[in-house]
């Protein structure tokens, strides 16, 4: 049999009834440090209050405002305002400072105006060799000079005009016999002339009528013909300008700038500022048609702009023999 459990052991007496209690553990290995105090400054002694002396004279300088002697009443509004101080100001409301001051005109007989800094002569002169030496680099340089275009291009215009206007200078030979009969046979089959096939084979052109219309609603304003009898009569290039009318324009409402007419003739336009010039080729007519179409008509609105503005004003006969000058128009002449 198990022997029997002993008991607790008890408390030995005096322990539970000690007064005595452990002290706080300490987190740190060292002693807590007292706190440290700074030391407050003592205020020092404060100067003495000024007294007035009795002596001083109660009279205020001259630019301080005197002082009230009571206060203003709130009923009774004062009639003369306070006098402002007197503070330092660099010029009176009635005199402008000095050098805002313009200096009268010395009038006296002796007095003469001031001199210009520069005159125009003097802008010349200054300008007059930088000037020179860049004529001198562009007309005698030795690549790419004046001379090296302006003399060919003088020689090709001459040659031009001579072989437009001279009957006796001409480009082409006379075509052989073959070619002559050849071109009668098809003269003859398509019931045009010789000279007519001739001049589409050598793809000559020739401006034939020229016509002036109004921008706005495509009415004449002005026409030249090589033919005689219609340059001098409206009525019978009434019917051509209408039709040319019905045609200039595009679906869109734009001034077409060529079309093909029925009788192998071209029509080449060219709208400016307030008319449209029209112009009937014969032939294949080239780019140099259509510069001189556009100077043409830049010529012409430079004249007449002010005559182009004022409405229902005559000028049929007047721009007539600006537009002759078109009639001129056309390549050097065949040999036929």
């Not at 509004?77 to 005199?95: I, K, N, V």
């Not at 040659?159 to 006796?168: G, H, I, T």
């Not at 589409?200 to 219309?213: H, M, N, Y």
Request: charged share 20%.
């Amino acid at each position: 049999m198990t022997a029997t459990l002993s008991p607790f052991p008890s408390i030995p007496p005096g322990i539970a009834t000690s007064s005595r209690k452990s002290g706080s553990w300490n987190l740190k290995p060292f002693p807590k440090p007292a706190p440290f105090v700074t030391p407050r400054p003592r205020p020092g002694p404060l100067p003495a209050c000024p007294v007035a002396d009795s002596s001083e004279s109660g009279v205020f300088p001259p630019s301080w405002p005197p002082p009230l002697s009571e206060l203003p009443s709130s009923g009774a509004p004062s009639s003369q305002p306070l006098p402002r101080p007197l503070l330092p100001t660099l010029f009176t409301a009635d005199e402008p400072p000095a050098s805002l001051q313009t200096p009268a005109p010395d009038s006296g007989p002796g007095h003469s105006p001031p001199a210009e800094d520069f005159t125009d002569d003097d802008l010349r002169e200054a300008f007059g060799p930088i000037v020179e030496h860049a004529v001198r680099k562009a007309v005698y340089a030795k690549e790419n000079g004046i001379d090296t275009y302006l003399e060919p291009m003088l020689r090709a215009t001459i040659r031009r005009a001579l072989a437009e206007y001279a009957p006796a200078s001409r480009p082409f030979q006379p075509p052989g016999t073959f070619d002559r009969f050849n071109w009668h046979v098809q003269a003859l089959f398509t019931s045009r002339t010789y000279e007519d096939i001739y001049f589409e084979r050598t793809r000559r052109f020739q401006v034939e009528e020229v016509f002036l219309l109004d921008g706005a609603s495509l009415a004449l304003v002005s026409f030249a013909s090589c033919d005689p009898a219609r340059h001098s009569s409206v009525r019978r290039v009434f019917n051509t300008v209408q039709r040319l009318a019905l045609q200039l324009r595009d679906e869109t409402g734009r001034i077409r700038q060529s079309f093909d007419l029925a009788d192998r003739r071209t029509v080449i336009a060219r709208q400016g500022t307030h008319v449209v010039l029209a112009a009937i080729i014969r032939g294949t007519p080239g780019e140099l048609v259509t510069s001189d179409l556009e100077f043409a008509l830049r010529r012409i609105e430079d004249h007449f702009r002010d005559k182009f503005q004022q409405e229902g004003s005559a000028l049929l006969y007047a721009i007539q023999p600006f537009l002759e000058d078109c009639l001129l128009i056309q390549s050097p002449a065949s040999a036929s």
